[in-house]
Nanobody, 127 residues
Framework: QVQLVESGGGSVQAGGSLTLSCAASGYTYSSYCMGWFRQAPGKPREGVAS????????YVADSVKGRFTISHDVGENTLYLHMRTLKPEDTAMYYC????????????????????WGQGTQVTVSS
């Protein structure tokens, strides 16, 4: 069973930086997709960034492009979201997601396309 555990959330002032981590376990696939989503109160879950392992391809949403980057450490089975120049509108619960259906189709795919989810980590940005 695939398990995803996020960490690294917290409270930061606008303009600050945070790095989220997602430790993954329970799979042996060599090609799969992992991504980050976020959900603010009263808003739908939105995709932030995703990566298609085995293809070295990534996707970053326009709303965070130039500020957020996604990376994946294969040896550590860990996904990262490096966030800088944070804004109050970045405040949300951030979720790690994965699907074992590898390929670039997953880049930018909506939340209902992803099979596995972490419990989430809260990011709060104050002005």
């Amino acid at each position: 069973q695939v398990q995803l555990v996020e960490s690294g959330g917290g409270s930061v002032q606008a303009g600050g930086s945070l790095t989220l981590s997602c430790a993954a376990s329970g799979y042996t696939y060599s090609s799969y997709c992992m991504g980050w989503f976020r959900q603010a109160p009263g808003k739908p879950r939105e995709g932030v960034a995703s990566i298609a392992t085995g293809y070295a391809s990534t996707y970053v949403a326009d709303s965070v492009k130039g500020r957020f980057t996604i990376s994946h450490d294969v040896g550590e089975n860990t996904l990262y979201l490096h966030m800088r120049t944070l804004k109050p509108e970045d405040t949300a619960m951030y979720y790690c997601a994965a699907t074992m259906n590898g390929g670039t189709w997953c880049l930018g795919a909506p939340s209902n396309s992803w099979n596995y989810w972490g419990q989430g980590t809260q990011v709060t940005v104050s002005s």
